[in-house]
């Protein structure tokens, strides 16, 4: 387990992590994971029975 005074690396360089920008080191690292979000360099995965249109209809709601 890991203690309070201690925190993991910066994700992005390895680096030790910044309270005011944790979990990264600075900034910067924080502004490139915010790049890489914003131009979809990460992804979060979606399996074909999420697909909005399977999705089941709620008790108010009309097929249409």
Same mark, same amino acid.
């Given at each position: 387990?890991?203690?309070?005074?201690?925190?993991?690396?910066?994700?992005?360089? &390895?680096?030790?992590?910044?309270?005011?920008?944790?979990?990264?080191?600075?900034?910067?690292?924080?502004?490139?994971?915010?790049?890489?979000?914003?131009? &979809?360099?990460?992804?979060?995965?979606? &399996?074909?029975?999420?697909?909005?249109?399977?999705?089941?209809?709620?008790?108010?709601?009309?097929?249409?």
């Amino acid at each position: 387990m890991v203690e309070a005074t201690q925190h993991k690396p910066c994700p992005i360089c &390895g680096k030790p992590s910044v309270e005011r920008y944790r979990p990264f080191c600075s900034r910067r690292c924080a502004d490139v994971d915010l790049n890489r979000w914003l131009s &979809g360099f990460y992804a979060v995965p979606v &399996g074909a029975d999420e697909d909005e249109d399977q999705l089941p209809l709620a008790p108010d709601e009309t097929p249409q």
